[in-house]
């Protein structure tokens, strides 16, 4: 059973179809660019901005990480809302996240086999049944950018090769970091995101620990 009690201390013919596809590249990146440059504050700097207005708790912070855990791996912390990214020196950068609101939230072992910049959004089947005057508009798809629910990055989580439509990604909502407020994926400041998708490697696993356990962590 999974558990947190383990965790943190704190030729011409050939040649002129392939242009399109860099052209293509091109102008999606600079729409990416556009888009982060609107979620990015000014001068940011993760460890002081907070246009937010979140406790300074909730802002990123590197700490001490237990021995034994894995570097590159992702914990977690339900009850006090943190999601740490372990280093290779030991360290941890620590991250303040919103969790499932009720009993949305799922706990468990997963690894994260995608990711995916500015992606795309489609509320789940569930989501529509349970709420359909919030998302049955958007049973289509959401179109990306700053206000779609995914945010600027999404990280994928999956059991084997199953999708279990869980994402760790940013929201457009970022009052809402700290509490219980998602419908199960668990959501970070965009800006935040932004910087922790560059570290995070496929592959590598995500540990959601119980919301009804404690954990101490030394910062």
């Given at each position: 059973m999974l558990t947190r009690r383990h965790f943190i201390m704190t030729s011409?013919?050939?040649?002129?179809?392939?242009?399109?596809?860099?052209?293509?590249?091109?102008?999606?990146?600079?729409?990416?660019?556009?888009?982060?440059?609107?979620?990015?504050?000014?001068?940011?700097?993760?460890?002081?901005?907070?246009?937010?207005g979140l406790h300074p708790r909730l802002l990123p912070t590197r700490v001490e990480a237990k021995d034994n855990l894995k570097a590159g791996d992702i914990h977690v912390d339900a009850i006090a809302r943190y999601l740490y990214?372990?280093?290779?020196?030991?360290?941890a950068m620590r991250y303040g996240v919103a969790i499932g609101r009720g009993g949305l939230y799922e706990p468990g072992f997963f690894t994260i086999q995608r990711k995916a910049k500015w992606p795309r959004w489609t509320p789940t089947a569930n989501m529509i049944e349970r709420e359909p005057e919030v998302y049955a508009q958007y049973a289509d798809g959401m179109e990306p950018g700053p206000n779609n629910a995914l945010g600027a990055r999404a990280l994928y989580l999956y059991v084997g090769n199953?999708?279990?439509?869980?994402?760790?990604?940013?929201?457009?909502?970022?009052?809402?970091?700290?509490?219980?407020?998602?419908?199960?994926?668990?959501?970070?400041?965009?800006?935040?995101?932004?910087?922790?998708?560059?570290q995070v490697e496929p592959g590598v696993s995500a540990f959601l620990y119980p919301a009804e356990e404690s954990i101490t962590a030394r910062s």
């Open positions: 011409a013919a050939l040649f002129s179809p392939a242009l399109s596809v860099p052209a293509f590249a091109q102008s999606q990146q600079a729409q990416w660019d556009a888009w982060d440059a609107v979620v990015l504050p000014p001068n940011y700097d993760p460890a002081t901005s907070n246009p937010w990214h372990v280093q290779s020196d030991g360290t199953r999708d279990t439509l869980l994402r760790i990604h940013g929201t457009p909502l970022p009052r809402s970091v700290g509490w219980r407020a998602s419908s199960g994926c668990v959501r970070m400041v965009m800006a935040h995101i932004i910087g922790l998708y560059e």
